[in-house]
C-alpha cells in the first residue's frame, strides 16, 4: 500500500510569484484534504476535494485554489505570493464512506515546505 | 464551532517517566477525536483516534487516551517514554461543513521533550 506522497519537498519563490504543489493520495482514498501549518501553530484546514469537486473550504482567499484529477492526486494553487504564506502545506487523504464524513481518518503526506522571500 | 486547546505548549519529561499530554475540545455535535505526531521535518502520523464505544482508546507506540465527555477532555499518556518520542504531539476535533466536507480542527500543539 502507497502512503501520501508529495513534491516537491522544498520551495522557494519570491513575493508575487505563483507556486503549484502537487499531492498524491493513499491507495484506495478518494478525498484529498490540503492544510497549512505555519511555523509553531497547528496545521489549518485550506479545503477538501472529493470526487474532483471542492466540497468545503477553510478561512482562505480564492487566491488559493485547487484540483483534484481522475486517479485522486490533486494540486494546490496559491497566486500573487505573499510572505505570510510560508509555511508547510500537508496534503492529507482519506476514503469518503457513506454515512461517514466526520468519522473518515484522514492520512498525512511528508508536506511541501514553501518560504516567500 | 468546534475548537481544540491544548494546555501545555512544552512538556519535559525524563526517559522512562509516564507522561500525559492535555488536550481540552469544544463541540456542539457528536465528537470524534484525534492524536497525531510530528516528527522533526516530517508530516502528522496517526496515533490514535476517538470515534464511538469504549472510551479508552490505545494507539501506537503504547500511548493511549481516554475521552471524557463530561469534562470536555481528551488527555493522551504513556506510562514509561523513550528517546525515541521526542516530538509535536497534535489533538484534533473532526468537524463536518455545509457542504460535506470533513475537516480536522487542531490543537496548537505541544511539544514533548524526553530527556536522558
Known amino acids: 500500500e502507497t502512503g501520501v506522497t508529495q513534491s516537491p519537498t522544498h520551495l522557494i519563490k519570491t513575493r508575487g510569484q505563483q507556486v503549484t504543489l502537487r499531492c498524491s493520495s493513499q491507495?484506495?482514498?478518494?478525498?484529498v484534504s490540503w492544510y497549512q501549518q505555519a511555523l509553531g501553530q497547528g496545521p489549518q484546514f485550506i479545503f477538501q476535494y472529493y470526487r474532483e469537486e471542492e466540497n468545503g473550504r477553510g478561512n482562505f482567499p480564492p487566491r488559493f485554489s485547487g484540483l483534484q484529477f481522475p486517479n485522486y492526486s490533486s494540486e494546490l494553487n496559491v497566486n500573487a505570493l505573499e510572505l505570510d504564506d510560508s509555511a508547510l502545506y500537508l496534503c492529507?487523504?482519506?476514503?469518503?464512506?457513506?454515512?461517514?464524513?466526520?468519522?473518515?481518518?484522514?492520512?498525512f503526506g511528508p508536506g511541501t515546505r514553501l518560504t516567500v522571500l | 464551532a468546534q475548537s481544540v486547546t491544548q494546555l501545555d505548549s512544552q512538556v519535559p519529561v525524563f526517559e522512562e517517566a509516564p507522561v500525559e499530554l492535555r488536550c481540552n475540545y469544544s463541540s456542539s455535535v457528536s465528537v470524534y477525536l484525534f492524536w497525531y505526531v510530528q516528527y522533526p521535518n516530517q508530516g502528522l502520523q496517526l496515533l490514535l483516534k476517538y470515534l464511538s464505544g469504549s472510551t479508552l482508546v490505545k494507539g501506537i507506540n503504547g500511548f493511549e487516551a481516554e475521552f471524557n465527555k463530561s469534562q470536555t477532555s481528551f488527555h493522551l499518556r504513556k506510562p514509561s517514554v523513550h528517546i525515541s518520542d521526542t516530538a509535536e504531539y497534535f489533538c484534533?476535533?473532526?468537524?463536518?461543513?455545509?457542504?460535506?466536507?470533513?475537516?480536522?480542527?487542531f490543537g496548537q500543539g505541544t511539544r514533548l521533550t524526553i530527556n536522558p
Open positions: 492529507a487523504s482519506s476514503l469518503a464512506t457513506i454515512g461517514g464524513g466526520s468519522t473518515d481518518t484522514q492520512y
Open positions: 491507495s484506495g482514498h478518494n478525498t
Open positions: 484534533a476535533v473532526s468537524a463536518r461543513g455545509v457542504q460535506g466536507a470533513q475537516k480536522l480542527v
